[in-house]
């Protein structure tokens, strides 16, 4: 079992100590004007890359689940940067 654990660092991006999470996703995660620009197709680009990569077999069933929560988080996190503007 691999341990996951996020955390927003001053900036505000994301940081995770999950294994496995590959580093493409990660960086699109991180990628926070892209993400407050367009959030819904961002996080749709996030959670396609997360199931195909499963589909993959490139990360297991934890690692999807970690995956589509921060999309879905960062998703969230956009709304509210785009509202408080």
Do not use: F, K
């Amino acid at each position: 079992m691999v341990m996951v654990c996020s955390m927003r660092n001053h900036g505000g991006v994301v940081r995770s100590s999950a294994e496995g999470i590959p580093q493409p996703w990660m960086d699109e995660l991180n990628d926070q004007m892209a993400m407050i620009s367009d959030p819904e197709g961002r996080s749709a680009v996030m959670t396609e890359m997360a199931i195909s990569a499963h589909r993959r077999q490139d990360i297991g069933a934890g690692a999807l689940a970690e995956m589509l929560e921060l999309a879905e988080a960062a998703r969230l996190w956009a709304h509210a940067e785009r509202e408080a503007e």
